[in-house]
């Protein structure tokens, strides 16, 4: 989130600025930079070395993505009384379901900041409603009233959802609180939290980390959590959708560019759902 931040910072200032002039010096005094001189020790240096050669390797291994989507935006979404954010978020799950065949466990951060201290809590946003409606969508017999009825209600429970997680009402920050002291006092792990059913679903690591990052041209961009996930950071414009992918070149089953190819297609399809009278 640092690095999302200085990105819409410098996108604020750039816009406050206006265009660089050549001819024009600023009228701003800035002093001069300070090389700051670090004392270090050997066990210092070496960790600096493994740190640097740590980050190279898993670098190298990114594999990202960073596409837009012109076909339309959030004047659009909006046109039809539907919330940008759930919108772009329905689409890639279905984005995620074409590709694999299968759904993905998904944490989408909501913000608590209403709150003291308040950070965010997950949103499950693979709910069995969205999970019909991708199904539906990969089935041909389906008639597209049905398949537009099911999206609206996939976008109907993310709303629940949403405003489930801001006004604390979630339950995975309230169970990693319990993890986390059954853990420092030394109790063993409660069984829910081996549960096939947990793990599966966020407990064993999310295999998609959706997150809106604004509605300006900012970007950013994060690692996926899992070995076989995804990461994707998007910011919704008027016009267009603005979004990175990024996966691991060493797994096998997952590919940023044919991600995102999906996603495109899954809001193309979306589109012509709402076009259905």
Not at 72 to 77: A, V
Not at 149 to 178: F, P, S, T, Y
Request: with cysteine.
């Amino acid at each position: 989130m640092v690095a999302a931040f200085l990105g819409y910072f410098v996108f604020a200032q750039s816009q406050r600025i206006g265009p660089i002039r050549k001819d024009k010096v600023s009228d701003r005094s800035v002093p001069e930079p300070e090389e700051l001189i670090f004392a270090i020790d050997d066990e210092i240096r070496d960790e600096i070395i493994h740190t640097q050669e740590t980050f190279i390797k898993q670098a190298s291994d990114l594999e990202l993505v960073c596409p837009s989507f012109t076909d339309y935006g959030k004047k659009f979404i909006r046109s039809f009384k539907l919330h940008p954010d759930y919108y772009i978020q329905t689409a890639l799950q279905l984005a995620y379901f074409r590709l694999h065949g299968k759904p993905a466990p998904t944490h989408q951060p909501a913000t608590l900041r209403q709150y003291y201290h308040g950070r965010t809590e997950t949103v499950r946003s693979c709910t069995m409603e969205v999970v019909n409606w991708c199904k539906a969508m990969m089935d041909n017999t389906v008639p597209i009233q049905e398949k537009k009825e099911l999206m609206m209600a996939a976008l109907k429970k993310h709303i629940q959802l949403m405003e489930e997680a801001k006004n604390m009402l979630g339950c995975d920050r309230h169970l990693l609180g319990l993890r986390a002291i059954s853990q420092s006092a030394g109790i063993p792990l409660p069984s829910l939290f081996r549960d096939t059913a947990y793990t599966k679903s966020l407990g064993g690591g999310y295999v998609m980390l959706n997150t809106l990052i604004g509605y300006t041209p900012a970007p950013a961009a994060v690692a996926p959590k899992v070995p076989h996930g995804y990461c994707i950071a998007y910011n919704i414009q008027p016009d267009r959708l603005t979004y990175s992918v990024s996966a691991w070149k060493s797994c096998k089953e997952t590919s940023a560019e044919e991600m995102s190819a999906s996603i495109h297609q899954s809001l193309r399809d979306m589109h012509q759902l709402l076009m259905t009278s």
